[in-house]
């Protein structure tokens, strides 16, 4: 061992950590919807948390400075709770998550987010200190004859000279056998150290569509409706009351497992909290019908991707046509597809519809009439909030005649009426308020033009517009949800999301003043223009 230089420290050591997730990286949150964002990409999903370490031994040898260079990355993979809105809330409030890698401190508060690890704690934490001590052993004890290579200095390195300190040490050595023994080390460290990160979240993003074909087999076999009931069962009896192989549905129960939709113990398989709540054909906030339409309609849309991408748009929907229900129509013809497609609406609404209805201060409107409202969700909603509130529901007559398989019964439902009609041919209903929920995007720009021409007309001095959509964010991570849902429009009508600025810019073009947007905690933003009062 080398005296060491009294102007120089021992051991210096660099370290930074980060969290990753499907490609993306994740820093520190900027501010409270920023952390909230990132935790909810985290949640329910894995994610790995990288830390890099660098090690630069210093000593003195013959009066001259000499260094030593040891590095190394440490992964740990974490598995996060699927956790609710409120819970998630409740840690972004806290305060704790604003100067921690990926909004979250496992060590603290963070560590109840956390369902399991696959790895080194402490790496989470911020430092792998198992990793690291057996690095550092390595430093000062190094295995046999092979040790580090060693660059001298005259003094005390800058910043930039260790940032360039592993350039000089692959440079070539004057002694033969060093150089050859610098081709071995090159190897080794090619397959233990310089490797490229597993890309974990790439290869689930490329196997993706397995999963989500194990979710709508499991539906359509009721196998959620039947472990709500019976449950736990063992595989064997599962298959033998939904009728299939007991060795193809025990594959798929264990995947379901896997997914965090089943729970599975030595008395045999049960629903997950998340399936009770969402995956149930009569719950209150079942996304069965939801399901069903991406299983049944847009799984098969989706395989046109590719042609509608070098076309600009799917061949079957080049023609929309004037009809308010070119979407219901072109998509799901017929009375099975029709309810499939009011299934789908009707589930998404019941989680969005009480976001929508508290963003904005609508207390000021006395009537409101929710165009293209279908099964009325978002209607009740409004009604509940406001019980002054009179709520019209105007959508086509196919879709009105099946509403009633949707209503249930209770306060405020008398506050909400339904009328057939067109909303690009008939005469709207007369509102304070006119709603527009997720229609604008299934429509052009000469389309939209047109249905806020004739809302504008209709709205009173004074009158609203209010809109929800899914807008396309700045940031490209968070506008993920919209931009997909982009590519579906591309592949089932003409139109596709817009941006917060863009729609604002709808309402001023069409008359409508001091337009005021809110973000609400799902994926609608909400927006609402006043008409000027005389």
């Keep these: 061992m080398h005296q060491k230089d009294l102007r120089a420290p021992d051991i210096i050591i660099g370290a930074d950590t980060i969290v990753t997730i499907e490609g993306l990286i994740l820093e520190k949150p900027v501010d409270k919807q920023d952390a909230y964002r990132m935790l909810s990409r985290l949640n329910g999903k894995e994610h790995s948390v990288f830390t890099g370490v660098a090690i630069i031994h210093c000593f003195s040898q013959d009066g001259q400075l000499d260094v030593e260079i040891s590095q190394f990355y440490e992964e740990t993979v974490v598995m996060f709770s699927q956790l609710s809105e409120e819970l998630l809330w409740e840690y972004i409030h806290s305060g704790e998550p604003m100067d921690k890698a990926g909004g979250y401190g496992i060590q603290a508060l963070g560590g109840m987010l956390v369902e399991s690890i696959h790895g080194d704690f402490l790496n989470v934490v911020g430092f792998p200190l198992n990793h690291f001590c057996k690095k550092l052993a390595e430093l000062y004890f190094p295995p046999g004859a092979v040790g580090l290579r060693r660059v001298k200095h005259d003094s005390i390195p800058t910043v930039d000279t260790f940032e360039n300190l592993s350039e000089e040490e692959g440079a070539g050595q004057d002694d033969g056998g060093a150089q050859a023994q610098g081709t071995q080390d090159t190897g080794h460290d090619r397959t233990a150290k310089n490797l490229p990160p597993f890309p974990t979240g790439l290869l689930e993003l490329i196997s993706g569509f397995q999963a989500s074909k194990a979710l709508f087999t499991a539906c359509n076999l009721k196998v959620f409706d039947l472990l709500q009931r019976e449950a736990p069962l063992k595989a064997v009896d599962i298959a033998s009351k939904i009728a299939t192989s007991e060795r193809g549905t025990g594959r798929l129960l264990d995947v379901c497992v896997a997914l965090g939709l089943l729970q599975k113990t030595e008395r045999g398989y049960s629903n997950s909290d998340l399936a009770a709540l969402y995956l149930l054909s009569d719950g209150e906030f079942s996304l069965r019908g939801f399901i069903e339409l991406n299983d049944k309609h847009t799984w098969a849309a989706f395989t046109h991707l590719e042609s509608a ?19 219901l129509q072109d998509s799901c013809p017929g009375r099975d597809a029709r309810l499939c497609f009011m299934r789908a609406k009707h589930g998404l609404a019941k989680l969005t519809a009480r976001h929508v209805a508290t963003a904005l201060d609508l207390s000021p ?26 709520v019209t529901v105007f959508d086509l007559p196919e879709v009105i005649e099946h509403v009633t398989c949707f209503q249930s019964s209770g306060p405020h439902t008398e506050q909400v009426s339904f009328v057939p009609g067109d909303f690009f041919k008939d005469s709207l209903p007369e509102a304070d308020l006119y709603v527009l929920s997720g229609i604008l995007h299934d429509w052009p720009d000469e389309k939209v033009h047109r249905l806020l021409s004739r809302i504008s007309g209709s709205c009173k001095p004074g009158g609203g517009l209010l809109v ?52 609400t905690r799902d994926v609608l933003n909400v927006v609402l223009g006043t008409r000027p009062a005389t």
């Design 309 to 327: 991408i070098r076309e600009g748009s799917s061949r079957d929907h080049r023609a929309v046509g004037d009809k308010a229900g070119g979407l």
């Design 365 to 390: 409107f006395s009537s409101a009439c929710h165009l293209g409202g279908c099964t009325g969700a978002l209607a009740l909603e409004l009604a509940r909030e406001y019980p002054r509130l009179k």
């Design 468 to 519: 929800a959509e899914v807008a396309l964010d700045e940031d490209p991570r968070a506008a993920r949800p919209g931009l997909l849902r982009s590519l579906s429009r591309l592949l089932q009508t003409q139109g596709g999301e817009r941006s917060l600025v863009k729609s604002r810019q709808l309402l001023q073009l069409h008359g409508f003043r001091d337009v005021q947007v809110a973000r």
